[in-house]
């Protein structure tokens, strides 16, 4: 096993270096890594329209991580400073006591057809669902890669909800997000139904509320972990427990609550080309199931133990959309070791509740600003001018301030350039 401790204090090299001997990751990967070789124009142009160049943001690594028993470096891309340092220094802590268990409780995505003008809806109910193996099978005809490789529609339900009649597709998409191929199938079925219900079909469309795509990762901290002093680290997990029921009863507090579970799992959704878009969407439906929108994870204490536990719904792929043409994305599966998609849902899963428990770690000792303030620091410099060794000398200076904000980086850039 390899020690990753003061991993983020070597420098890029070393860091290439350690983390391709660790990962086993292929030449050709480590190579694109050293060159930072991005996606081509060629490529780029034909992914979207109007394309006018591409967009750069820093690519990252959250460097040990243990789920579900197993060792994983993550990569992790985002422009927020402390999120990495975060990730990393809650996988770190929850490690010591096993890392995180996962359970992926299903992965299957539902696609609507939303019927209107249905003069019976009972009739139509009874129409449908006596032809619900007809149905399933012209849906698979329309998609028929996705039976060769395992999986295909396997349940058709309908639903009255106000003026509408619902059809519901249920589909194993396998190893991809499967919007395409929800869609394909959704409209292959949209006349059958406008017929068999004798009504008018709204729209057939994909759902990102992936209720049957849910994950949950969970871990057991060993109070005792927490810090040396033991009624200090018996306090600070009565604080996150006390941090988590605040996020129940609070949207308020829920929202920047998820927003710091997000702060892990957009960041390795985006660094593995997947649809966060889609993922944020499906979480913040989650998030409302109950009577008001509320944390998604919960903190609780069991005996010696502080146990984390986050269920959200994770449609993530491994193949499709944007996966093969960006050459980054195809390093960053190389660093995670190609997992399935149920693995890499698992790890992102893991991802968000490590930054959440040192989010709220934070939150309840030292106040958020001590820990991000110091890595904002540098981009603060920066943005006061700072280049070269002046960006780690005003820096430095920064974490000294009382007032560690853009006025001060100013001016300390100001009094070193006149000393010189
Ligand atoms: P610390 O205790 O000062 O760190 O925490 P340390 O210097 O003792 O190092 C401990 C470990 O942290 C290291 O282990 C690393 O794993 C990691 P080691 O390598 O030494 O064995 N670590 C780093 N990794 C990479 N780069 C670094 C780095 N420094 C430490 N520079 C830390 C410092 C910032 C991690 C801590 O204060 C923290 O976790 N703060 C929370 C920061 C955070 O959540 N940032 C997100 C932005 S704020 C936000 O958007 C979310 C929020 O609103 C959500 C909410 O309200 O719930 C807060």
């Not at 019927?115 to 669902?129: E, G, K, P, Q, W």
């Not at 040396?228 to 949207?251: G, R």
Request: net charge negative; with cysteine.
């Amino acid at each position: 096993m390899v020690d990753f401790s003061g991993f983020y204090k070597k420098t890029r090299q070393e860091r290439i270096d350690i983390l391709s001997n660790a990962r086993q990751i292929s030449l050709e990967s480590q190579e694109i890594i050293k060159t930072d070789t991005n996606l081509p124009e060629t490529i780029a142009g034909k992914m979207v329209e109007n394309h006018l160049g591409t967009f750069a943001l820093p690519f990252s690594v959250l460097p040990d991580i243990v789920v579900d028993n197993m060792h994983y470096s993550v990569p992790m891309v985002t422009e927020e400073p402390s999120v990495v340092a975060a990730a990393s220094l809650g996988a770190k802590i929850i490690a010591k006591s096993g890392g995180f268990i996962t359970t992926v409780h299903n992965r299957l995505m539902i696609g609507q057809v939303a019927l209107y003008d249905v003069a019976d809806t009972s009739a139509a109910c009874f129409s449908i669902s006596q032809k619900k193996a007809e149905l399933l099978e012209m849906a698979n005809a329309a998609h028929p890669s996705i039976l060769k490789r395992g999986g295909g529609a396997q349940d058709l339900t309908v639903e009255e909800k106000g003026e509408f009649l619902i059809v519901y597709l249920h589909v194993d998409v396998q190893e991809a997000m499967g919007a395409n191929m929800l869609n394909n199938m959704l409209e292959a079925i949209k006349e059958p139904l406008e017929e068999l219900s004798q009504g008018q079909s709204l729209m057939a469309i994909l759902s990102n509320y992936a209720t049957e795509s849910l994950v949950t990762a969970s871990c057991q901290v060993s109070i005792s972990t927490l810090n040396i002093k033991q009624d200090l680290a018996k306090e600070i997990a009565q604080k996150i427990s006390l941090a988590s029921q605040l996020a129940q009863v609070d949207p308020y507090r829920a929202t920047t609550h998820n927003k710091g579970i997000f702060n892990g799992i957009d960041a390795v959704l985006l660094a593995t080309g997947n649809d966060w878009r889609a993922t944020e969407a499906g979480s913040h439906a989650w998030a409302c199931q109950k009577d008001h929108y509320r944390g998604l994870s919960t903190w609780t204490i069991e005996e010696d133990a502080l146990v984390g536990s986050l269920t959200l719904p994770l449609p993530v792929a491994t193949v499709g959309g944007s996966i093969g043409l960006n050459p980054k994305v195809q390093v960053v599966f190389d660093i995670l070791g190609h997992p399935s998609s149920k693995e890499l849902a698992s790890i992102i899963a893991s991802c968000g509740l490590s930054q959440n428990f040192a989010a709220l770690r934070a939150l309840v000792t030292t106040g958020i600003q001590q820990g991000h303030m110091k890595l904002h620091a540098k981009s603060l410099a920066m943005l006061a001018g700072a280049t070269g060794n002046e960006i780690d000398i005003i820096a430095t200076q920064l974490r000294q301030e009382k007032h560690s904000n853009l006025e001060t980086a100013q001016n300390l850039l100001f009094n070193l350039r006149n000393k010189k």
